[in-house]
């Protein structure tokens, strides 16, 4: 079975493209990152290392140091799935992430995207 093709596409390509749906709704990269470092558990350094290093979807997750242990409140549709149903964990681990940059865009508060 072969992967699907974002697995093996590299998360530094696609991160402009949710600062720039942030920033479009007057949102910043700081939140972007913050909301990145809270599903992921990486520090700031560690995720300025995988962009510099251009890792792939499947590696950033996979060397992530914990999913947030709240990832469970993540709910509802992205991309036409309900990101609680996708049964590959990789795939909804990148839902989950694209989840929470649209809430952000959307203007969602902060305490409410983090699941507090």
């Known amino acids: 079975m072969t992967k699907h093709r974002i697995f093996t596409t590299s998360f530094a390509s696609v991160y402009p493209h949710y600062i720039n749906k942030a920033e479009k ?3 910043t990269k700081e939140e972007v990152d913050l909301i990145i470092r809270w599903l992921t558990g ?3 350094n560690s995720l300025e290392e995988h962009l510099n290093k251009r890792s792939d979807f499947e590696t950033f997750f996979d060397q992530a140091p914990q999913l947030n242990p709240n990832v469970s409140k993540i709910t509802g549709v992205i991309c036409g799935y309900r990101v609680e149903d996708i ?12 989840k929470l940059i649209d ?8 305490e409410s995207i ?3």
């Open 25 to 27: 709704k007057g949102k």
């Open 42 to 44: 990486y520090s700031q």
């Open 87 to 98: 049964e590959d964990e990789l795939m909804q681990k990148i839902r989950y992430l694209d």
């Open 103 to 110: 809430e952000l865009a959307r203007g969602k508060k902060m």
């Open 114 to 116: 983090l699941r507090k």
